[in-house]
């Protein structure tokens, strides 16, 4: 290898994970050139719309426009929405379940597939100009699956099909959901893409301060272990890459998962993260090439 191959991690955080689009804008804005992207959850579909070329000013512009909660039919509101997952939980109780049914694409994953359809102009990943890896979660064994072949929109439904809220993505006889719930920030897998250099991006949700609810602590829990498990995974990655690693986290803290109509607020929070970086970002783009330490994991 001749050069430095930068890969970009993006991962997961709802409408937070929109800063990864204004990430993506500022480092083409800054000649950072991209060799290799894996992304989980909303990190998935913007990072699979840089790897097909896709006009991110544009798509900017559009989220900043569109109604993603009326299109997607979710709700940013907490307690309706945890009422829509009790009332399809009871659905499939008497019923069954649709998306376990053979053939049968349910409502949610048909709107949410043909959205990336869109996105990523009906593409598969052979078709990309930067190579392009989605990580999703078996919901039945817990393990990571990342795909990185044929039609690249089913992949990413099956990413970000948040439990509760979309139905789980058949695929090769698996029932795949939301990547983060295992790999928050993809390092190790743009590591195995040929990634010597890797530019990592968290938009994970902060912890609340107060909580007055049951459903705020069933909340607060989740958010903890998700918080603790990207500390691990980014320590991790730090002791395999050393300075090859730049962690950047947009200031989206405060924007709830599906808020989205703070998209241009997101996006711009991911541009300033890589003007607040950029010294560190373009040292990448100087060093030497080298294969990372491999890890004793």
């Given at each position: 290898m001749t050069q430095t191959s930068i890969g970009l991690a993006l991962g997961g955080g709802g409408a937070r994970g929109l800063a990864h689009l204004g990430v993506l804008i500022g480092l083409a804005d800054a000649g950072i050139p991209l060799h290799a992207i894996a992304g989980t959850s909303m990190g998935a579909a913007l990072g699979a719309a840089r790897a097909v070329g896709a006009n991110l000013e544009l798509l900017s512009r559009l989220l900043a426009t569109v109604d993603l909660n009326a299109i997607l039919q979710i709700s940013d509101n907490a307690l309706r929405e945890a009422q829509?997952?009790?009332?399809?939980?009871?659905?499939?109780?008497?019923?069954?379940p649709a998306w376990r049914t053979e053939g049968i694409r349910p409502p949610d994953l048909a709107r949410l597939t043909e959205l990336y359809s869109l996105m990523t102009a009906r593409k598969t990943f052979e078709e990309t100009t930067i190579p392009l890896a989605v990580v999703a979660t078996d919901v039945e064994t817990g393990q990571r699956v990342v795909l990185d072949h044929g039609p690249i929109a089913p992949a990413l439904a099956a990413s970000t099909a948040v439990p509760g809220v979309f139905s789980p993505v058949s695929q090769d006889g698996r029932?795949?959901?939301d990547g983060g719930i295992v790999d928050k920030v993809p390092v190790d897998v743009v590591i195995e893409m040929g990634a010597t250099a890797v530019i990592a991006v968290d938009t994970g949700a902060p912890l609340t301060r107060r909580i007055d609810t049951q459903l705020e602590a069933l909340l607060q829990a989740q958010r903890a272990t998700s918080k603790h498990l990207t500390a691990m995974q980014l320590e991790a990655a730090r002791r395999r890459l050393g300075n090859r690693l730049v962690v950047l986290?947009?200031?989206?803290?405060?924007?709830?998962?599906?808020?989205?109509?703070?998209?241009?607020?997101?996006?711009?929070?991911?541009?300033?993260?890589?003007?607040?970086?950029?010294?560190?970002?373009?040292?990448l783009t100087a060093l030497p090439p080298s294969r990372p330490a491999v890890s004793e994991a």
């Open positions: 829509k997952i009790v009332g399809r939980s009871m659905v499939e109780y008497v019923r069954g029932f795949l959901i986290r947009p200031d989206v803290g405060w924007i709830r998962m599906f808020a989205f109509e703070y998209a241009a607020e997101a996006v711009q929070a991911g541009r300033a993260s890589v003007s607040a970086h950029l010294d560190d970002l373009l040292e």
